[in-house]
């Protein structure tokens, strides 16, 4: 077990016996990259300029706008697509060393094949790029933040396998215009978040409603897709590029109730944090965990089903897929507390876990009501993490806390400045691989389903202003003064 409870006095000792001093118990190890993080539809506007197609998040708040709290949409937001400079300016004042943005895969790719290239979004992310290097910012490229071209969801989207070979022929086209100069990429944002968008008709983009059955799909196909990406890059790119590939997955820290409750807590999903989408990447063995096989096979055989909800992967696939990584991407945000019952209809995967969640009233709560301050859970994950699969490189690809906007962010630096000191001890004191951390978000933009309501900027934008102004929040300051001196200010150690 990595994590260990540590005395703070000037030393503490580490699982492995070696000192750390106070000092670089909240200093960032050489190396470590510190940046910021953005997502293509929820800053880049410009949803119809110069060629772009329509995405899903395109079609549902245009067609079915009562699904966002505001009503609004991505249409315009930071428009980055038009002040992308403005964004690469805040990341140098800062002393950020890294950026990641994702592509919007229909501004490249307008009917999502590709077959037709959009010169004008290649041009755009070649400016944006070209901009990062010239002010020393690593570029980190997500392909796939959640914007699918409506074309392929035409098809069915995700849950249709297809989708499997055409992610791969999508990045190779981002590989050929970009992979000179990209080094660092991650193939899907948070699959396990868009996999619930085939859950409800009230949910996320498409919305569409078939639970324990599509999710359990976009899984499978979302697995292949990035396998499929990273040996077609292997075996056409990555002599040449020498580039990393990733995945960013997220879950909360699920806490047991009781010691009763820790098997619960296993089947969280169901199988233990990021497992569905974590063990055929990133364990020995490939293939999903045998609880989630078991519990969802037997599941469905006393539902009904003559075939599982769970596809199979076959022997070569499991093979295939093992090892596409160079390193993990993890979004945390906060935790649950997991106890042995079962709830959800049928079928659903809440209730293929047999566990039930909540969250502890006394953790302080944010804008978002899913989202409460629980930073001792960030350390246990990585710990978590670092102990299932061998302690690969983790990248700390979203971290952040949403409120109702104001530029004196006081509980925003508080999350900021206690994550990363619980990440500083998983790092110093666990030992735990973690390489770099992008805080989110670089600016105000436009949350999903809840619009504008909530912000999770440490920039604040102004959406009334034509030219979007951005202005730092205090949390901003902070990130500022982290980044360029490298460790936590002494007034935020106790
Ligand atoms: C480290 O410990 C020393 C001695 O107790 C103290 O003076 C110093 O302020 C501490 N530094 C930090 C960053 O906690
Ligand atoms: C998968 O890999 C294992 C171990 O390398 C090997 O024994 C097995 O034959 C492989 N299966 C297939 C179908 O390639
Ligand atoms: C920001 O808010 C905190 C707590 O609400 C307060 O103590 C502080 O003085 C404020 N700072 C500024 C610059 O307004």
Redesign the pocket.
């Known amino acids: 077990m990595r994590f260990q409870t540590v005395c703070f006095f000037?030393f503490v000792t580490t699982a492995f016996g070696a000192d750390v001093?106070?000092?670089t118990?909240?200093t960032f190890p050489d190396g470590f990259l510190l940046g910021a993080a953005t997502a293509s539809y929820q800053i880049e506007g410009g949803w119809d300029a110069d060629g772009k197609g329509v995405n899903i998040w395109d079609t549902l708040t245009h067609e079915r706008p009562h699904l966002v709290v505001d009503q609004s949409s991505g249409d315009v937001a930071d428009d980055s697509y038009h002040h992308y400079t403005e964004d690469v300016k805040l990341l140098k004042d800062m002393g950020a060393q890294v950026y990641r943005f994702s592509i919007s895969w229909a501004r490249i790719l307008p009917d999502g094949h590709d077959n037709k290239v959009n010169q004008a979004g290649i041009d755009y992310y070649n400016n944006l790029i070209n901009l990062l290097l010239d002010n020393g910012i690593q570029p980190m490229v997500t392909m796939y933040h959640w914007d699918l071209p409506q074309k392929l969801q035409d098809l069915g989207g995700w849950p249709n396998r297809v989708l499997a070979t055409y992610s791969e022929n999508y990045a190779r086209v981002l590989f050929k215009n970009f992979g000179d100069r990209v080094k660092l990429w991650l193939t899907f944002n948070e699959p396990l978040t868009f996999m619930d968008a085939y859950t409800s008709d009230t949910g996320m983009a498409p919305s569409i409603n078939a639970p324990g059955i599509a999710d359990y799909l976009t899984a499978h196909t979302v697995i292949l897709a990035h396998a499929n990406i990273y040996r077609m890059y292997e075996r056409e790119f990555k002599e040449q590029q020498q580039g990393k590939i990733g995945i960013a997955l997220n879950i909360h820290w699920c806490e047991p109730v009781s010691s009763g409750d820790v098997a619960a807590c296993d089947r969280y999903l169901p199988g233990r944090p990021l497992e569905i989408f974590a063990h055929p990447i990133f364990s020995e063995e490939g293939d999903y965990p045998s609880v989630v096989k078991e519990r969802v096979d037997a599941i469905s055989a006393e539902e009904g089903f003559t075939t599982s909800r769970l596809p199979k992967f076959t022997s070569e696939e499991v093979n295939f897929t093992k090892g596409t990584y160079d390193f993990l991407g993890y979004n945390y945000y906060t935790a649950v507390m997991g106890q042995e019952g079962v709830e959800g209809e049928s079928p659903s995967r809440t209730r293929d876990s047999g566990m039930i969640q909540f969250q502890d009233p006394n953790w302080p709560g944010s804008a978002s009501s899913w989202l409460k301050v629980v930073p001792w859970g960030f350390r246990k994950l990585l710990n978590w993490i670092a102990n299932q699969y061998g302690n690969p490189p983790i990248f700390i690809t979203e971290n952040g806390f949403s409120d109702y906007g104001g530029l004196n962010d006081t509980n925003r630096v508080l999350y900021y400045t206690e994550h990363l000191k619980e990440m500083l001890k998983a790092i110093h004191i666990d030992e735990v691989n973690v390489i770099g951390y992008t805080a989110w978000s670089l600016v105000d933009n436009f949350e999903w389903l809840r619009g504008y309501t909530e912000r999770y900027g440490i920039h604040e934008v102004n959406f009334i202003d034509p030219s979007r102004p951005r202005t730092p929040k205090e949390s901003a300051k902070v990130l500022t003064e982290i980044y360029q001196t490298r460790?936590?200010p002494?007034r935020f150690?106790d």
């Open positions: 000037i001093d106070n000092e118990l909240v460790k936590i002494d150690v």
